[in-house]
């Protein structure tokens, strides 16, 4: 997995699957292997999920159950393969990206790798960025 950057769908599953696989294309694969699919059409949009960072992926939680996506940059909509949100049943999920989102990477990005892992690359919307400063600073780590 890239370490260069925080990384979306778009940089796991492209270089898993090739650039044809979009984001549209893996989660209707998913859901229908998992028996969650149709998804909805696109304009199907109701309610909201935060994306947050986790060892340095963006990623988007299901609010009905533990699973978790990649979040894509590309069609910022959270679909949950898994038990078909049946919280929100045929409606994709808006995907919330901070304002800060580049300084926030920015900060993250400074942050050692641990055996070629990205686990202290973390960020949930409740952080501000000079938390991730202070975090950053208390390391040694500049900011
Ligand atoms: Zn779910």
Not at 17 to 34: C, E, K, N, P, W
Not at 48 to 77: E, K, M
Request: aromatic share 10%.
């Amino acid at each position: 997995m890239r370490t260069d950057r925080i990384v979306w769908h778009e940089d796991v599953v492209n270089t898993q699957h090739g650039d044809s696989v979009t984001f549209l294309i893996f989660t209707r694969d998913m859901a229908q292997r998992f028996g969650t699919g149709p998804l909805p059409a696109l304009d199907r949009v109701r309610s909201t999920v935060a994306a947050f960072i986790n060892h340095g992926r963006w990623l988007a939680q299901c609010p009905s159950c533990p699973s978790s996506a990649y979040v894509s940059l590309d069609v910022p909509l959270f679909w949950c393969v898994e038990c078909g949100q049946v919280d929100n049943p045929g409606y994709w999920y808006e995907v919330v990206l901070p304002a800060a989102r580049a300084a926030i990477e920015s900060v993250l990005l400074k942050r050692p790798l641990v055996r070629n892992v990205a686990s202290h690359r973390n960020w949930v919307p409740e952080e501000t960025l000079q938390m991730l400063r202070n975090e950053n600073l208390r390391q040694g780590i500049e900011v």
